[in-house]
């Protein structure tokens, strides 16, 4: 079965660094995918929309990069901020399947 | 606006014991997910209604019914509730017909506990 691999243990960052999540998938490459941000107690906020076809999307101060090679998405925060913590899930989408699915998900920390 | 609603909040049940999850969205989307999420598992999709009038499973469907009411609401209804489906239950809904890849909107979730 597919599996969505994100760092398990969070990450923690300076301020004014340029945070990197990884999300590792196994098998087969999704025809999307996507990133959003889930605060505690709250439901998730989607972020950015990267397809099969795409290398790299951008929105702001938000990156998100798509290597089917390598099975991997990066997102990237740049000049990061503590309003940036959150944790951040992807999610791959499997348009002939009629399916979408999550990770679990990096809890991330910028500190001031 | 207010997006996606879901009620109740928080819920505790006793082992056995029914209840159905209401969920509402007013910006006329045609999709409407129940997902349940668990620590380290992630969100996993329990039904989906790709459009009024339909639904289907999705990855863990067993224990639970849907109903789509209509465009707005989709319900979700646990027959005879066991502590495995002690989660945090949310709704989401997509303006697109389908599992496409339109975003997601998600409600702020029920905390659900079974004793």
């Known amino acids: 079965s597919q599996k969505i691999e994100q760092n398990s243990e969070a990450l923690n960052i300076q301020e004014g660094k340029t945070a990197t999540l990884t999300c590792n998938y196994t098998?087969?490459?999704?025809?999307?995918l996507q990133w959003y941000r889930q605060d505690p107690g709250r439901g998730p906020v989607f972020l950015l929309l990267?397809?099969?076809?795409?290398k790299e999307k951008r929105k702001e101060r938000l990156k998100v990069t798509f290597d089917t090679t390598l099975k991997q998405s990066l997102f990237h925060i740049t000049a990061s901020q503590p309003a940036d913590s959150a944790t951040y899930l992807c999610?791959?989408?499997?348009?002939?399947?009629?399916?979408?699915?999550f990770g679990s998900g990096t809890r991330l920390s910028i500190r001031p | 606006n207010a997006g996606v609603t879901q009620t109740p909040k928080f819920q505790v049940l006793k082992t056995g014991q029914s209840m159905t999850l209401q969920c509402a969205q007013d910006?006329?989307?045609?999709?409407m997910y129940w997902y349940r999420q668990d620590p380290g598992m992630g969100l996993r999709l329990i039904y989906y209604?790709?459009?009024?009038?339909?639904?289907d499973k999705g990855e863990v469907p067993n224990g639970y019914n849907v109903s789509r009411l209509n465009k707005r609401e989709f319900s979700l209804r646990l027959e005879s509730a066991a502590p495995s489906q002690t989660s945090v239950y949310f709704c989401?809904?997509?303006?697109?017909?389908?599992?496409?890849?339109?975003?997601?909107?998600f409600g702020p979730g029920t905390r659900l506990t079974v004793l």
């Open positions: 989401a809904s997509s303006e697109a017909g389908g599992l496409s890849t339109d975003t997601q909107y």
């Open positions: 098998n087969y490459s999704p025809a999307y």
């Open positions: 990267i397809r099969e076809n795409e």
């Open positions: 999610a791959l989408g499997y348009s002939s399947a009629s399916k979408i699915i």
């Open positions: 910006m006329n989307h045609n999709s």
């Open positions: 209604s790709a459009s009024e009038g339909t639904t």
